[in-house]
């Protein structure tokens, strides 16, 4: 079954720690991930993708298929980074259904 | 540059009443659409997705139904509403070749 497991409800951080939010996943076949977020009073919006491996507002996530997972990482976080984060996986077999993790609400303190 | 609305922002209706969710795009063509429902602690539900005119797939068995009438227009509907229909709708579109969701501002339904 396609799946996508986000662990923790809430992370609480200290302003300039480093920062994990973990993302597992279930997939036959190569998986296509991302990271959304959705920050207070703005819409849902795409944050990264596995494929650009790419460095977003100082955010990086490495796909690893040995341990199928996605986390996504910052060395220091900041005030602006708190947001509800949600993982993704694109499902290749009809209408390319997009399956999201329950989401996990970042919160970083002063 | 393409544009997804969704109307109404907030709806408060109350049990056995009908509902209609719109959502419409703009800029681009042939979109592949998306209604999910967002739920605290329960993430994105995908309800329905449309890959093209008249053809709607669900994948929620529910009290809900879906319609595209036009390329760019997606609509979700209910005969009669349930307590349980409650919480945030969400619209969304792909374009082809592409696999990243562009999502409404969203709709909150409240049942009463």
């Known amino acids: 079954a396609q799946r996508v497991t986000q662990p923790e409800k809430l992370l609480s951080v200290f302003k300039g720690a480093p920062v994990e939010l973990k993302c597992n996943y279930s997939?036959?076949?190569?998986?296509?991930l991302f990271w959304y977020v959705q920050y207070s009073r703005q819409r849902l919006q795409l944050l990264l993708r596995?494929?650009s491996r790419e460095s977003i507002k100082g955010f990086t996530a490495d796909l690893n298929k040995g341990e199928t997972s996605f986390h996504l990482k910052k060395p220091f976080a900041q005030e602006e980074d708190s947001a509800m984060y949600y993982c993704a996986l694109v499902s290749h077999t009809g209408g390319f259904k997009t399956i999201f993790g329950a989401g996990t609400r970042l919160f970083v303190k002063a | 540059s393409q544009t997804i609305h969704q109307w109404p922002a907030t709806l408060v209706q109350p049990v056995g009443s009908p509902l209609s969710l719109e959502c419409t795009v703009e800029g681009t063509s042939n979109p592949n659409l998306y209604w999910y429902r967002q739920a605290a602690g329960r993430g994105l539900q995908l309800l329905f997705y449309?890959?093209?005119?008249?053809?709607i797939s669900s994948e929620v068995p529910q009290n809900l139904s879906a319609s595209r009438p036009q390329d760019r227009q997606f609509i979700l509907s209910s005969k009669k509403l349930l307590l349980s229909d409650s919480g945030f709708y969400l619209c969304?579109?792909?374009?082809?070749?592409?696999?990243?969701?562009?999502f409404g501002a969203g709709s909150r339904l409240t049942v009463l």
């Open positions: 969304a579109w792909r374009s082809s070749g592409a696999n990243v969701l562009t």
């Open positions: 997939y036959s076949g190569s998986p296509e």
């Open positions: 596995h494929i």
């Open positions: 449309s890959v093209g005119i008249g053809q």
